[in-house]
């Protein structure tokens, strides 16, 4: 069974910094990117940030400059480094995977159960 699993999440003052971990376990026989996206109260769930197998990454453009995304390739693992957080960076955020199980031909998205960030003071 494919499971992604997040880390790292917690209250943070603003200004402050968090790093957020995600791994994927199970079958997997590729995956081809992974991203974190985040959703406020209230509000449609975001990408924050995406990068490919071959490096290339996506920001979204509130978080361009603080936040960092990188992958751990042997360990199937995603990282989120948040730096500089304000208050408008509370949310709930869920790792994603576009993945191919072992046990398919195709690939598809898998998604974290969600860890929580709250920035305040």
């Known amino acids: 069974q494919v499971q992604l699993v997040e880390s790292g999440g917690g209250l943070v003052q603003p200004g402050g910094s968090l790093r957020l971990s995600c791994a994927a376990s199970?079958?997997?026989?590729?995956?081809?990117?992974m991203g974190w996206y985040r959703q406020a109260p209230g509000k449609q769930r975001e990408l924050v940030a995406a990068?490919?197998?071959?490096?290339?990454?996506n920001y979204a453009d509130s978080v361009k400059d603080r936040f960092t995304i990188s992958r751990d390739y042997a360990k199937n693992t995603v990282y989120l480094q948040m730096n500089s957080l304000k208050p408008e960076d509370t949310a709930v955020y869920y790792c994603?995977?576009?993945?191919?199980?072992?046990?398919?031909?195709?690939?598809?998205?898998?998604w974290g159960q969600g860890t929580q960030v709250t920035v305040s003071s």
């Open positions: 199970g079958s997997i026989f590729r995956i081809n990117a």
């Open positions: 990068i490919t197998s071959g490096g290339s990454t």
């Open positions: 994603n995977a576009d993945l191919r199980p072992d046990w398919v031909t195709r690939s598809r998205d898998y």
